[in-house]
């Protein structure tokens, strides 16, 4: 689910909530030693997701926020920021030239250079909450 938090909205914060979980807390955060990502610059997105997009030749950049069940991707168009909401269980990230992360038939590419390395261990960081949250709820796949 995509939604456009240029603005402050109290409904949207619910669902935010709803679905990826509150947000850390400030000493949750200094113990994990950061919960966000630096800025990445998108380098492709999946059709559906252009409109979120800049349409002149503009640089657009995307940032990810970790939540408890949940990730953020925070994508600047302009002076419009939208957010796309993805709960742990339908999260996939590739590493194939570059990053990218999948979900819900969409997908952002992100472009492989030096902030994307710098990265890396935000990344690291994301899979192993994710692990965490598949081991609690059991979602898993068994291979008997």
């Not at 030693?33 to 979120?52: A, F, L, T, W």
Request: glycine letters at 4%; a positive charge; proline letters at 4%.
């Amino acid at each position: 689910m995509i939604l456009n938090t240029t603005y402050s909205n109290k409904k949207h914060d619910e669902l935010i909530n709803d679905l990826v979980g509150k947000p850390f807390s400030l000493w949750q955060s200094i113990t994990m030693r950061g919960i966000g990502s630096k800025r990445m610059i998108i380098e492709e997105v999946s059709p559906n997701m252009n409109q979120y997009l800049n349409t002149v030749s503009d640089v657009n950049y995307a940032n990810l926020e970790m939540r408890p069940v949940g990730v953020l991707v925070r994508i600047n168009k302009g002076l419009k920021n939208y957010t796309w909401i993805i709960p742990y269980y339908k999260l996939a990230i590739h590493k194939s030239n570059g990053s990218s992360i999948h979900a819900e038939g969409k997908f952002i590419n992100f472009r492989p250079n030096a902030n994307l390395r710098e990265n890396k261990a935000f990344f690291d960081k994301l899979l192993d909450e994710k692990v965490k949250y598949e081991v609690e709820y059991h979602t898993l796949p068994s291979f008997q």
